[in-house]
């Protein structure tokens, strides 16, 4: 069954919303353990579950509903794992900053590129950030590399900060041969 363009009510976004509601207790079960294997394994299905969303919405069609709420989703979970990271000591706040930063700067610029009837699709480079920030963080969960490896999770999470730093400038540049095009065409 294919979704039109406008559906809200699809099993992608319901996936999607679900990814969303459980994130407070994967904040709750980083609290208070440094290396905690039911975190880790929570933060995996949360993570894992990004996968099946984006399945089904390519199986049975995108929304712009989808569209919104994946990148959000995404969002929530990264930033809200790093932020509880940075609480409890592990993740310094200076490289989480930054990348929540950019991902707020983006979301404004979506929103308003939406209302003008722009589409801002994920780059390639943009989706392999995400993933290394879901990896920094999986690593800073794991009780194995917690303490013992902790070069695995600062390595993964700078490099996450290189690169939402490249994407965030794509995205800028994107944005302004945008508006240049338009006021090209206005004239």
């Known amino acids: 069954m294919a979704y039109d363009s406008s559906a809200i009510a699809t099993w992608a976004n319901a996936v999607t919303v679900g990814r969303v509601l459980i994130s407070p207790f994967l904040f709750v ?6 290396g905690s294997w039911p975190a880790f394994v929570l933060w995996f299905l949360l993570c894992a579950s990004d996968g099946v969303d984006g399945y089904l919405a390519r199986r ?30 592990v993740f310094w706040i200076v490289p989480v900053v930054v990348i ?7 979301s404004i610029y979506r929103v308003f590129a939406g209302a003008n009837g ?23 969960l794991a009780p194995v590399t917690t303490r013992r490896a902790q070069w695995t999770w600062q390595t993964l999470l700078w490099a996450a900060v290189i690169l939402t730093l490249i994407t965030g400038t794509q995205y800028f540049l994107a944005s302004h041969k945008i508006a240049a095009s338009q006021a090209e065409h206005a004239v």
């Open 118 to 140: 722009v589409t801002v699709p994920a780059k390639k480079l943009a989706k392999i950030k995400t993933v290394t920030q879901q990896f920094a963080v999986a690593f800073a």
């Open 100 to 106: 929540a930063a950019r991902e707020v700067a983006i």
């Open 60 to 89: 049975h069609g995108t929304t712009r509903s989808g569209a919104f709420l994946d990148p959000l989703a995404d969002k929530v979970l990264v930033l809200g794992a790093m932020f509880t990271l940075v609480n409890e000591g």
């Open 29 to 34: 079960l980083i609290r208070g353990n440094h």
